[in-house]
């Protein structure tokens, strides 16, 4: 799999710099996604007639959920996930494709 191309097919970029200020590489940034989407299972919950997928990590006593923008889906967010899982837990949830607000906020109560 490409990296440049999420899981769900929507681009991806380097995330935020790090590591002494230095870029990494594509090949770097490829198996690093890799790794973390091979302990990163996509779990789902049916709410009001849709299908959401999310990402459930880490397990602090204090959550953070992450919603993604106008990608739809948190693939974009792999590197922060896997900074804020080591004393949070992480939801971060994929938007279906809900037709009024308040189909998205159940199910993001849910």
Do not use: N
Request: net charge negative; with cysteine; proline share 5%.
């Amino acid at each position: 799999m490409d990296v440049s191309q999420g899981k769900f097919g929507v681009p991806l970029s380097a995330g935020t710099k790090g590591e002494a200020d230095r870029q990494l590489l594509p090949d770097e940034l490829d198996a690093e996604y890799k790794q973390f989407l091979a302990v990163h299972s996509d779990r789902s919950i049916r709410v009001g007639g849709h299908t959401w997928h999310y990402l459930a990590a880490g397990r602090g006593s204090d959550a953070v959920l992450m919603l993604p923008g106008g990608s739809m889906c948190p693939d974009s967010y792999f590197r922060l996930i896997g900074e804020l899982e080591r004393e949070h837990r992480v939801l971060a949830p994929t938007y279906p494709a809900a037709s009024t607000i308040v189909e998205l906020i159940s199910g993001l109560r849910a």
